[in-house]
């Protein structure tokens, strides 16, 4: 390791290039001050250092180990026992006077670590080794050489272990034998055998696949293998995976046994497996067709019990109408909503002529004005819808503050203005759906609909926003709350120019008339006073 060097209590992470002396090399070589690398001869030589903000040299020299007059190689390297005491010896420190040395773990002093230890007359003394002490260490005194002074670096390879010697034999995981591996003759299979080792100096494992023939424990036969695949699970243990592959499955690996043994130096362990042939599961179509129209009929049968409600509502709203002689042709609820800046759901009613049809003069008659007298004359749906059914359409209106005699029981006189309409219409809003009174009356036309001879039911959004986003309070009850996802419904988008469509669906969902002849005479006697009605 090229050292680091401090200035003023600070360490410079230097990097040091060797300076080029004519050597014929193309590239010399650059270390990092702290990175470890193997010396070489080759290394030998002058460096200078490029990041020290200074013209900074080093003159490094790699002797060689026979060189070393007491050079001892089982010196560099030593194992520590954790958790007992120990100590390190820098290696050649006999070859001088001088025990004056200074250890290294990486770039640091170990007297600038958090590490309790010490250093005494050239050794390295450790209280109490941890698996952390594992690493290179480097120990450097000062030496003189033809009266030049030297520091002379040696490295010692330490390796903290739980223990020297095993206590226990290695532990087979997989596989543990219960039950037999289930294979398809013909086939490839693979034997794969899974060993945990505790640690050992020398560590060595020895896993082996055996196949017996009729269960004979002493006529073996071993399997070829792939290598062994070793891994560190633990401090203390090692995991060793060894697979044997069988190419093609016969009917005498069926008959034989199969046995992993592992080894280490305290003894051996073993398990011992069967192989079986896989049955496909097959299902005769005599059982496997009746199952399955089974479990799809019980599927609709779930099905049904949770929308059997949201069912029951779409088909009375849209098929089951009979015959209604009621006193009312609709039962229209709204609530007056606060006027928006936008003019929100607004439009007048004025005179036009040009159409062929009472059809298309009614509906073309229904537009906004562009003129300034049309800007006054804007209505709000709540107070023009009334007059296009009542006037223009001549339909008898029911209106609970118009044709309900007040003094008795709302919740009595909305089931009986209900019963005694032939549709139910509802403009509904955030302030509709937050009004209790209002809910009632839809709840009402609700379970009106899923009697026998229910009424129409029609749902006219008239505000912006949609029926997912408003959160009246307090919360819908359930029943209405899953009738506004299916029953019809009519979208009013505020500051359209053309409601010609919006007309013209709810024509088409509005009951037919009991009296043409009558609706006749009511629509000529109303084409008098239509620019009244506009400019009422």
Known sequence: MMPCLKRVNKQIEAVWSRIQEGRGENEDPSFDCGGEFLAEEKHSGKYSCLTCGSQLFLHLQVMKKNSLGCFHPEESSVSLLVGAGSKIQCPGLNCSDNTDVIWYKGNKAMSEQPRASCEKNGVLHFCKVSQFDT???FCDRQ????????????????????????????????????KAEEVEPGRSHTLT???????????????????????????????RMETEQK??????????????????????????????????????????????????????????????????VAGLVII??????ELQLIYRSHFQHGKHDGEFDVFLSFVWSAPSAEGEGL?????????????????????????????????????????????????????????????GAYTNDVVLAIQKSRMLICLLSADYLSDS??????????????????????????????????????????????ALKVLP????????????????????????????????????????????????
């Not at 023939?213 to 006529?219: A, C, D, F, I, T």
């Not at 401090?235 to 093609?248: C, S």
């Not at 509906?363 to 009334?386: A, C, F, H, M, Y």
């Open 437 to 482: 009174n209002a809910v009632f009356v839809l709840e009402s036309g609700v379970q009106a609909l899923l009697q026998k001879s229910p009424p129409k039911l029609l749902l006219i959004w008239t505000s912006k926003a949609s029926a997912s986003l408003i959160q009246p309070d307090p919360p819908l009850p359930a029943l209405v709350q899953r």
């Open 193 to 223: 055998c899974k060993v945990h080792f505790p640690f050992e100096m020398r560590f060595s494992p020895e896993v082996q696949w055996y196949m017996h023939y009729g269960g004979n424990m002493e006529n073996m036969t071993l399997l």
């Open 143 to 178: 030496v003189v050489e033809q009266g030049v002074k030297l520091i002379f670096r040696r490295a010692v390879n330490v390796t903290a272990v739980p223990h020297f010697t095993p206590s226990y034999s290695p532990r087979i995981m997989y596989p543990d034998g219960s």
């Open 135 to 137: 690493g290179v260490y």
């Open 304 to 309: 049904l019990h949770l929308k059997w409600l």
């Open 489 to 536: 419904s009519l979208d009013w988008t505020s500051g359209k120019p053309d409601t010609r469509n919006f007309w013209r669906s709810l024509k088409k969902a509005m009951p037919d008339h009991r009296n043409e002849d009558a609706l006749d005479q009511r629509l000529d006697r109303s084409s008098h006073d239509v620019q009244n009605i506009s400019l009422h």
């Open 347 to 407: 439009l007048t009613l004025s005179s036009h002529s040009g159409p062929d049809t009472d059809e298309e003069a009614c509906l073309s008659s229904i537009d906004p004005l562009n003129s300034e007298e049309g800007k006054v004359t804007q209505r709000p749906l709540e107070e023009l819808l009334p007059q296009v059914l009542e006037d223009r359409w001549g339909y008898r209106l029911c209106l609970l503050e118009r044709d309900v005699l007040p003094g």
């Open 231 to 296: 891994e560190k699970v633990t401090f203390q243990e090692y995991k060793v995976t060894r697979r044997a592959i069988i190419k093609g499955v016969t009917q005498q690996h069926l008959n034989n046994t199969f046995t992993c043994i592992a080894t280490n130096s305290v003894g051996n362990s073993s398990v011992t497996i069967k192989l079986q042939k896989k049955i496909k599961a097959k299902w005769p179509s005599v059982v496997g067709y009746p199952i399955a129209s089974l479990l799809l």
